[in-house]
């Protein structure tokens, strides 16, 4: 299929794959994929009411959700909607306040020196350093 200007229009294209991708992204990160177990609750729903008639989906709800029981068909139990919990998706990330890079020269004595290659937008040594300094005490 190929898109032209007459067959479609390029915002109703951008929002359409706007809304594919908010979505892709929420049912990765939340809980909405439970949303897409909703056949399974409505198979399950119809396969109680055909060994109960008289059930009601209030009872059937409470049966699984309210005071759920270890019966013969837990296993079909766990995989209800909203019944077991995944790890989702958690990115974390960490700054490391200790790392310096540094350069070592050979000066004429033949030490080595170092000197910092850069210097840490959150660790400054130098004001830290003069800050805290031992008390002095004026003699008089």
Do not use: G
């Amino acid at each position: 299929m190929i898109l032209n200007e007459k067959s479609c229009n390029f915002d109703t294209v951008k929002k359409l794959i706007s809304i594919l991708l908010l979505s892709l992204y929420l049912v990765s990160t939340t809980e909405l994929y439970q949303l897409l177990k909703m056949p399974l609750l409505i198979e399950h729903y119809i396969q109680h009411k055909n060994l109960n008639p008289e059930m009601s989906l209030t009872a059937f709800l409470k049966t699984h959700y309210d005071h759920p029981v270890k019966d013969s068909d837990h296993d079909q139990d766990q995989r209800l909607p909203f019944v077991s919990h995944a790890s989702l998706l958690s990115v974390v990330f960490t700054i490391n306040s200790y790392l310096d890079f540094y350069s070592t020269e050979k000066v004429y004595n033949a030490r080595e020196v170092k000197k910092p290659l850069y210097k840490s937008v959150l660790y400054n040594k130098e004001i830290l350093n003069s800050i805290w300094q031992p008390p002095r005490f004026l003699q008089s």
